[in-house]
């Protein structure tokens, strides 16, 4: 097979993957206080999908789920934003291979490649390319799109840190490690 394509399982994931971000995007997100800039618990699921997809998944979960979002719930997509949800996808993603919940390993080492990972990922799309795209793309004022871009990366980080930790902590414990065994009672 060739390493190029995507599998079904993964094509799938992303499908479904980009619905369950668009609707918790919508529906399980917490005003801020910041004009159009929420706490969302879509980027905690996003980080699940990354990790146990990869880059690809990622990216793309990120990209068609929040641009259905902006599209359904509010008309049009707000591009500056929808590629930085797609870059936090990615770049977490790349560190699928080197966390295997789904042999079920998540500990200490694992947690903080994850959280490191987030964080670097969360820093470059929302303090840099969101708020930057925002001025070149919409000729938005900076400083308004930087403190959006702050508090939207801020309470990201937060949120994967927290949520996106507890559930990959929760799937990997109902996945067996590699080479183990488990006796029936």
């Known amino acids: 097979m060739n390493n190029n ?5 993964t094509i799938v994931a992303i499908g479904i993957g980009s619905a369950v971000f668009m609707i918790l995007g919508r529906f399980g997100s ?30 793309l979960i990120g990209l068609i789920g929040h641009g259905l979002k902006d599209l359904v719930f509010y008309g049009m997509p707000w591009f500056s934003w929808v590629i930085s949800s797609a870059i936090v996808g ?3 993603g790349l560190v699928y291979k080197k966390i295997k919940v789904n042999d079920g390993e998540f500990a200490l080492k694992e947690i ?8 670097i990922a969360n820093v470059i799309a929302w303090f840099g390319v969101a708020p930057t795209l925002d001025i070149v793309i919409y000729a938005e004022p900076a400083n308004k799109v930087y403190l959006q871009g702050a508090i939207g990366g801020i309470s990201n980080m937060i949120t994967i840190g ?24």
């Open 30 to 59: 917490i005003p801020s206080g910041i004009p159009n800039t929420n706490i969302e618990t879509a980027y905690a699921y996003l980080a699940l999908m990354a990790i146990l997809y990869g880059p690809c998944a990622g990216f």
């Open 162 to 185: 927290i949520l996106g930790t507890l559930i990959l902590l929760t799937y990997s414990k109902t996945k067996m490690k590699s080479g183990s065994l488990r006796i029936e009672e």
């Open 90 to 92: 990615l770049i977490i």
């Open 112 to 119: 903080i490649i994850f959280n490191i990972t987030q964080i």
């Open 5 to 9: 394509k995507l599998s079904i399982k």
